[in-house]
């Protein structure tokens, strides 16, 4: 007997947990709901991602979107927890006399949307953070930063939704393999472990969400993988308490790429990232770099990252390094990501394409996503986001 | 800030136990240049343990007769030019090039052949309790005791499996512990299937009679189908909850009885240090008896990849007496290679009879299943990220039953010991397979943990 499911919701990152969260919450309790994934539940991206919840201020609609989801991330912490949020803040630091005009620019861009942010001088910078290099000057720290475990948040949201929606089958180490069309709607999908008959189809596979379109005879979506370079301290206590960031590290990773995609021969960029973890443990990134799925370690780019880590925090030199990894982010190609359905195929949605900010809109693309499918009005309007704009 | 350093050498050994020091000392005695990397602070490894500074070992008289042999080796082995690199962290490897940290310095040694022979660590198996100060590895205590002459304690339990716990008793014995019990999960039937790998074997059959004699001496019983059920204390171990257990290793809990004690080691056999193998490529596969996953290596211990070789438990847990017959066949592998030297074909021969003869008695002690059966929902499963077998199960449940889908669902695995304590039975406990072999680990950059510092100025290699 063939299985059948009112919505298969294909990726098990951070966008497919909550795309299943919001569905529950939104849809009758009887709604069958498959997420399946190829690998372990957030096994991917998600799982090798910092878990900044970062709320970006250079651009209204951005903010918008950022600061409804991190409202989010903040109710389902204050509902269930056991995702190790922390209010870290963002302490946003500069090392350039042009990085540090930017200082009372970002301030004020927080302050202009009606947030709120602190320009630091040298001394209150001192009483934040002593650890910080004592030639820093200034700083700007925004206190709605905050810093969760992505890989363990996936676990809350897919819990509180089955606990929503006792239909909702959950399915790791279930690739997908092909679809079938009935005329041009879905009708059904086939994985490793079996065909599930179905109408209607969610695509949050991230870095793979362009093999899913071909899979359904679609182009490719314009989404690519941007790799980038982490390592963890051990759990001997971190320099900072705060999260640190590099004021540059807006416009080099929320900014225009500098590269083609497309191309091979990216050198990479760097913009110092620390993360304070809750264990004592400290993250250490972030670099960025075109080079298609490949997740092994750039050397340079890691040495750099540290070196840059060490210049603001130089206690960091002393902390051991227990591991490093790769992690790829979706990054699409207008630096807007993809949530809504795909016209040329009734039934098909897709949620993707978040580059680095996918644990931060985790929550809200789930919730436009679910909100759309379900026919009711959205939080945050939805239209910069639709997929439609990659349609010929 | 470290300054870069560079070595160059023929070979370059990782591990200064039995194994590393055979191929060393017979490859510096043929001329070539042999650089060897260790953790410790003095050669032996393990199982030959030297105290600090050539101290008198207060225990002197406690070293069974095999031990005889590694004095010889250690003599031998200061005698050669071999030079030893002490308190050496090796955190990267690729096939002709070591990197490691040496006193806050960081180094690259560059060599034609690459030896691996850095031992095994302690098989935990959680119960409650055991992570109360007071309880260690069996591997631990006789750190303690034997390499630095520390008595941790006044009355110890003695529990796990394996041919490690009658060391272990007699080194506490030797330093004045009295050893309130001393247990041996494996029933006494099932350890009759050891018996040819012992009497067949005329050194083993002195090492046994000689731990009879020694176990008799200090009015110490072996109790077989033993195990140690729960630790519990305030603040530390004060009581040890001990009782039966079925032939598969289940605890039988109507046989439970606790016991005063105030140190415990517990040792459920070896686990096979391949980090740097998997690092540099090489092939492995799981035999449970050998301690789980090892390196697959020929004849001559040669590895999957070319230029890199390996000896001793890195190839399966065996004891000293394999790890020594493969570091000579090792040396004699290499010799032939770089030097044209034939090897001796008596030295394979005796690497594959001592490795039979410690597969037949390690099979009496293979790790029993139903062992995981003695941690509780709420028994910590990974002690550096605090994670209980409830949670880890949840992970297993939820994100999927791969080494690495627990990892992701709980962080078990994910602190600095990077799963080198609870991964051996992480998998088993949380996914409910007790008898199915965990998934190789993945292992990514360093090897070992080591200062942003070290690598930053990790020369290029």
Redesign the interface.
Known sequence: MVETADLVVVGGGIVGCSVVHQLARLLPNTTRIVLVDR?????ATS?SSMGHLMVTPDDAAAYALTIASVRLWRDLQQRRGGFHYQATGALYLADTDADVAMLPVLRDQFVARGDSAELLDARQLRDLEPGLAPDLQAATFYPGDAVV?P??A??VM??EAQAACPGLV?R??CAVLGFDRDGDRLAAVRTAQGTIATRTVVNATGVWAPDLAELLGQPRLPIFPRAGNL?I???HGTPVRTQLLEVSYLRFAHGAAAVDPTRTDDRGGHAVNVQPQS?G?CL?GSTRQFRGMDRT?NREL??RS??R??RYAPG??????????VGLRPYAIDKQPLIGPWPPVPGLWIAAGHEGLGITLGPITGRLLAQQIAGVPCDVDPTPYLPARFCA | MTDARVLDADVGVVGAGPAGMVASARLAAAGLSVVVLDEGQRAGGQIFRQLPGGAPHPARGAEPPSHARGDTLLAAFADRDVTLRRGATVWDARPGRLWFEQDGASWLLRCRRIVLAPGAYDRCVPFPGWTLPGVVTAGALQVMVRGFGVVPGQRALVAGSGPLLLPTVTALTGAGVEVVAALEASSRWRALRALGGVLGNGGRRREAAWYARRLLGAGVRLRWGWTVFACEGDGRVQRAVIGKVDRDGRPRRDTARTIEVDVVGAGFGLVPSIELGLRLGCAARFVAARGGHCLVVDGAQRTSVPEVLAAGEICGVGGAEVAMAEGDVVAGTILHELRGIAPPAAAGRRAAAERRAADRLLAAFAPLPGLHELATPATIVCRCEDVTLQQARDAAALHGTSARAIKLGCRAGMGPCQARICGPSLQALAAGRPDQPMDLPVVQLPVRPVTTATILAAPAG
């Open positions: 690998g372990p539940i957030a096994g799982g475990l890989m363990l996936c676990g897919l819990r959950v790791p180490d390592a301290t051990g759990h264990n443990s250490i370690l890691l040495h540290l070196l880590a060490q960091l030199a002393a902390a051991p390094i227990v591991r490093t990894w």
